[in-house]
């Protein structure tokens, strides 16, 4: 569909003939004159899925545990295989690549749908930037969620004190100091 916008960009905004549209894009000459020309734009196929996934209620589960799932991290969401072999407690009779199939196409129709639009961030020179994010730190064997605050307002405290902009020394020293006081609250997954 692309080409074909492209053909008729180049006859209709850009003047170009149908000869020199055929040897740019090195198309057939009478391929270059139909879709220059011509008004009438070839229909996309459309393609009617069918099968288990799609027919029975299958399908419709997969889609709410992916639903479910994008609203958690990322760490804590469903795998593909755990998908399958929860499907199959419940009766389901096909295959591991059934199922990895259909959550591929619907993760493929999910991101068709988002818009992609970016902006680059920009900061001005001389400025350090500090973002712990969200981590998650265990404590007596549960996750515990007060060491995020605990660091931030140490980290609100340290910029009071220090009463100007911090050098990317400054801050290293700081995380320096967070990773001795609070490592043991670290752990990796």
Known sequence: MSEINCIKTLRNEKGLSISQIADTLSINWRTAKKYGDEDQLPQEKKIIKKGMMYKERWGEIIIDWLEED??????????NKQMYEALVTMGFLGSYRTVCDFIADCRTAREDAK???????????????????????????EIDPKIHSKITNEWSKWDKKLGRTPTSQDIMDFADTIESKYRRYWYDK
């Open 115 to 141: 818009s992609k639009g970016y902006e680059r961030l920009e900061h001005p020179e001389g400025e350090a930037q500090v973002d712990f994010g969200v981590m998650e730190a265990v404590h007596e064997g």
């Open 70 to 79: 994008s609203k958690i991290k990322r760490k804590l969401r469903r795998t």
